[in-house]
């Protein structure tokens, strides 16, 4: 039996796995994603950081890590390569003058509102592109649910 590479339809039981098709989704996402990012010299991952840091205003790098599932020395090269870059900086906490906490840069403020979130949105609405606005908010509020469920 020969395979017909030009047929791109998945087969059934591939269409029916959850996690085979949440796999896939995250893998086209991110990939157009990263190249969205690419001209900015950010990573989908240093997005998350910045994101958070705006939405929620200065915090450590362990709380960030937790947050967003990262671990420590990854979170590490992370902040070190957004503070070389001048997108954030390390300052002391000042409920706890052991740990340094995250803060943006004026630099990395303005790259993430004029140019970042642009790009998020603009991969976000090509990958849901052909989905009706209910289903894309039953989309996401089933992932939120999803991945909510399964907090560390």
Do not use: C, N
């Not at 995250?26 to 001209?39: N, P, V, Y």
């Not at 937790?66 to 070190?80: E, F, G, P």
């Not at 303005?110 to 039953?138: F, N, W």
């Amino acid at each position: 039996m020969s395979i017909d590479h030009e047929d791109s339809t998945l087969p059934p039981s591939f269409r029916r796995s959850a996690g085979f098709l949440l796999s896939k989704a995250a893998q086209i996402s991110r990939t157009e994603f990263e190249a969205g990012l690419e001209e900015f010299g950010v990573t989908a991952r240093q997005f998350g950081v910045l994101q958070l840091v705006d939405l929620h205003g200065p915090q450590s790098q362990q709380h960030i890590g937790h947050v967003l599932r990262i671990d420590r020395t990854t979170m590490v090269a992370l902040i070190d390569s957004l503070e070389s870059a001048r997108l954030v900086t390390r300052v002391k906490d000042p409920d706890d003058r052991r740990r340094y906490a995250v803060s943006l840069t004026d630099r990395g403020r303005e790259l993430l509102h004029t140019e970042l979130y642009a790009v998020d949105r603009q991969v976000a609405d090509r990958l849901l592109d052909g989905i009706g606005e209910a289903d894309r908010e039953h989309l996401l509020t089933t992932l939120e649910k999803l991945v909510e469920g399964h907090r560390p």
